[in-house]
């Protein structure tokens, strides 16, 4: 299983971001995938799932109407379009599938994506 993450970068805020995953080493399209983040010295933060489907997603509150997470089987890629962006998202950005009842599998199984969001 691997993942690679890209898009990532520096911004001011109120500005957008779109991160891309591509998946690779498992049957894409069947398992939930998770966007989560980690800024450094914390712990990592699940912030969205969408299933195999694309159909059904999920969102933390503190990100709920500010991102948006898609995926294209067809590309064996998910994305998450972020809008509105503030100093607090600024993390290394990871994408993971579901393991069992957890959001997200570890470890990470990619490198992850920068996010800096400049006040």
């Known amino acids: 299983v691997q993942f690679v993450e890209s898009g990532g970068g520096m911004v001011e805020a109120g500005g957008s971001l779109r991160l891309s995953c591509v998946g690779s080493?498992?049957?894409?399209?069947?398992?939930?995938i998770s966007w989560v983040r980690q800024a450094p010295g914390k712990r990592p933060e699940w912030l969205t799932s969408?299933?195999?489907?694309?159909?059904?997603?999920n969102y933390v509150a503190a990100v709920k109407g500010r991102f948006t997470i898609s995926r294209d089987n067809t590309k064996n890629t998910v994305y998450l379009q972020m809008d509105n962006l503030q100093p607090d998202d600024s993390a290394l950005y990871h994408c993971?599938?579901?393991?069992?009842?957890?959001?997200?599998?570890?470890?990470?199984r990619g490198q992850g994506t920068q996010v800096t969001v400049a006040p």
């Open positions: 993971a599938r579901r393991q069992g009842d957890r959001w997200y599998q570890l470890p990470f």
């Open positions: 080493g498992f049957t894409f399209r069947e398992p939930d």
């Open positions: 969408i299933d195999g489907s694309g159909r059904r997603r």
